[in-house]
């Protein structure tokens, strides 16, 4: 097949008529952004991120990569002011399609292009914060502004990893896991914190963490159900012992 010269990017390529410029710069070594394009597939143009400038005498273009087929002489930049502009906006509503996508972000960051932030599912409502601060008293969260936008973020050492926060957020931003006897708590891709879980002195079973204990613990005129008569038990279990329970159960055996 008859062989082109064209110009990626400064660099000389000899490529086969007919081969996208696509194609023809991934030969070459250089990458160009793409979601949609795959070289088994008739390309489609659907995700735009791989949009080129065409340097001509008339003006530059904004042409996509995956569509445009190489010809001589032709002089393509994939990093240019305006080519990077037309890339940052495609993946931009290709993030707002798919907020949570990392493949959009990481194609983003590997390119050198800056995407709005995505969506976290945080409202913003500060309920984590309130309740951290006026209920736990732990106050492990604030609002902390970045690039112009307020988060939720976390104090460092400050977690006791009740869960409250995450048991009352109205989105599910902030998310609690317990595995292998660690319970973590998160918001975003950030730890908030990462505790060993104790276990119930009755039932065995993992149920909190040694610093939220401690916290009830000093809180003991409150008469939290999970440390009475100095026991650390499960809420189940510390049901099962009050004293309510065992006299009532005592009556009944009479």
């Not at 087929?69 to 002089?75: A, I, K």
């Not at 800056?114 to 309130?130: F, I, N, Q």
């Not at 400050?158 to 006897?181: S, V, Y």
């Amino acid at each position: 097949m008859k062989a082109v010269r064209m110009v990626v990017d400064r660099v000389s390529i000899e490529v086969e008529a007919g081969a996208t410029v696509i194609e023809a710069a991934r030969r070459a070594g250089i990458s160009v952004p793409s979601l949609c394009w795959h070289p088994a597939l008739k390309p489609a143009g659907a995700c735009k991120a791989c949009a080129v400038e065409i340097v001509a005498p008339e003006g530059p273009r904004v042409r996509l990569a995956c569509l445009l087929r190489v010809r001589e002489g032709l002089t393509v930049l994939t990093r240019s002011p305006l080519a990077q502009e037309a890339q940052t906006q495609a993946l931009a509503e290709l993030m707002r399609l798919a907020p949570q996508s990392r493949r959009i972000q990481e194609l983003a960051l590997a390119h050198g292009l800056e995407l709005p932030s995505a969506p976290d599912g945080c409202l913003r409502c500060r309920l984590c914060v309130r309740v951290c601060g006026e209920v736990v008293g732990a106050s492990a969260l604030v609002m902390e502004r970045r690039g112009g936008r307020r988060y939720v973020v976390a104090r460092e050492d400050r977690c006791i990893g009740c869960g409250t926060c995450a048991n009352l957020c109205p989105t599910g931003a902030i998310r609690m896991t317990d595995e292998g006897g660690i319970r973590t708590i998160a918001i975003r891709e950030e730890i908030i914190g990462r505790h060993a879980l104790t276990p119930c002195e009755t039932c065995g079973r993992l149920f909190a963490t040694h610093k939220f204990l401690a916290r009830v613990s000093e809180r003991a005129q409150a008469e939290h159900p999970d440390v009475k008569e100095h026991h650390h038990r499960c809420p189940t279990c510390a049901k099962l012992f009050s004293p309510r329970i065992t006299s009532s159960r005592g009556l009944r055996m009479r």
